[in-house]
Structures are given as structure tokens and as C-alpha cells.
């Protein structure tokens, strides 16, 4: 079945630090990409997408590329800010398949200042 | 994408008692899912509702402990029935109104049993 897997938290950095938190994934159509964030004691919401293969999501300066030989869907950040601090799920969508939302199990992030 | 508004935000609730979840999106979609995000981890599928039918219930959820409406097809509401303090979680609605855009979900409702 369909799977994701990100790195394991806690990551801590300092502010203006490069930031790499990996997500890979096991699928077996052509599934959508997704990185969601969750600020302290907020829902989830959308932090980039990516639908197909070599296509690159960005937002907030947060990017992510769809990379289908290594099924990976990386999240990066040039230079992170404390208010960046949040919980970070990586999920795909087989929108061929049952149209289920896959979360990984998340990876905490705190920036200090 | 969607908007969600998703109430309460937050209750503290006795054990034995029940909640209930309310759920409203600014339009019509066919289908309204609710998980559930126990401390520390990641979010849970409970169900999938659909307007009209039966929700779908995943394994180790069951209708008489997390019955679910959905009257319409902007609106549903998830009842957390006979609480413990195992069921203390962080309960979430999701829609997925556009394939393009994602899932969109609310707010989150924080449930804490005592």
C-alpha cells in the first residue's frame, strides 16, 4: 500500500540555518505531493503541493521538487525564522486510487532565535 | 481552496459524557472527512461522510462510539460519545472540494477528558 516517511523530530535550528527535513514515499499510481504545516495550536494547513514528477512546489520561501527516481519530495528552506516553528507533514494523494489522504508522522521544528 | 470553520476550537469535557463537532464549509462538497491527532502524533483517518448514506468508518473506529451526520453538503458533525481520557485528542474536519488544491482542513477541535 501507499506510505510516506519523513525524518524523525525533533529538528532544532538557529534562525537564518538552512533547513532539509526528507520525506520519501511508497505508491503504487502517480500520486500528488504535499507538505502541511501546523502552527501551536492551529489546524493543519496547505504549505505547497506538487502533482507531478520534476514539478516544484514553493510558498513562504519553502520549496519541495517531486522527485520520481528517488521518490522523494524533500522539504527546503533557505534561511529559516523563528516563526517557522511548527510541526511539518509530508502526504501524498492517490487521486487514481481511493483518493485517501497519507500523512507521514510528522516532524517537529523549532527555529531559536 | 475551501474554507472551513470548525467549532468548538476547544473543550474540556467529564469522562462518561459526549461532545459534538460541528463542521461548515463555504460550499457544497461530496465528501467531509474527520480525524483525529492524538498528542505528538500524526492525524488518523476516523471516517468519511457523505451526504445521504452511511459514513465510512475505518478499522478500530465504530459508529456507536464516533457517530457521524452529515445533513448536507455543507455541513457534519462528528459526537465523541461515552469519553475517557484516552479519547483526549485534537479532532479534525477535512474536505477535498478541488484535486488541484488538496485536502483543506478546520482549525481543529482540542478535547481534553478529565
Known amino acids: 500500500g501507499n506510505s510516506v516517511t519523513q525524518m524523525e523530530g525533533p529538528v532544532t535550528l538557529s534562525e537564518e540555518a538552512f533547513l532539509t527535513i526528507n520525506c520519501t514515499y511508497t505508491?503504487?499510481?502517480?500520486?500528488?505531493l504535499f507538505w502541511y504545516v501546523q502552527y501551536p495550536g492551529e489546524g493543519l494547513q496547505l504549505l505547497l503541493k506538487a502533482t507531478k514528477a520534476d514539478d516544484k512546489g514553493s510558498n513562504k520561501g519553502f520549496e519541495a521538487t517531486y522527485r520520481k527516481e528517488t521518490t522523494s519530495f524533500h522539504l527546503e528552506k533557505g534561511s529559516v525564522q523563528v516563526s517557522d516553528s511548527a510541526v511539518y507533514f509530508c502526504a501524498l494523494v492517490d487521486f487514481s486510487g481511493d483518493d485517501k489522504i497519507i500523512f507521514g508522522k510528522g516532524t517537529r521544528l523549532h527555529i531559536l532565535p | 481552496s475551501a474554507v472551513i470553520s470548525q467549532k468548538p476550537s476547544r473543550d474540556i469535557c467529564q469522562r462518561g459524557t459526549s461532545l459534538t463537532i460541528q463542521c461548515q464549509v463555504d460550499?457544497?462538497?461530496?465528501?467531509m472527512f474527520w480525524y483525529r491527532q492524538q498528542p505528538g502524533q500524526s492525524l488518523t483517518l476516523i471516517a468519511t461522510a457523505n451526504q445521504g448514506s452511511e459514513a465510512t468508518y475505518e478499522s478500530g473506529f465504530v459508529i456507536d462510539k464516533f457517530p457521524i451526520s452529515r445533513p448536507n453538503l455543507t455541513f457534519s458533525t462528528l459526537t465523541v460519545s461515552n469519553m475517557s481520557p484516552e479519547d483526549s485528542s485534537i479532532y479534525l474536519c477535512?474536505?477535498?472540494?478541488?484535486?488541484?488544491?488538496?485536502?483543506?482542513f478546520g482549525s481543529g477541535t482540542r478535547l481534553t477528558v478529565v
Open positions: 477535512s474536505v477535498d472540494r478541488d484535486r488541484a488544491e488538496g485536502y483543506t
Open positions: 505508491a503504487t499510481g502517480y500520486p500528488s
Open positions: 460550499s457544497q462538497v461530496t465528501m
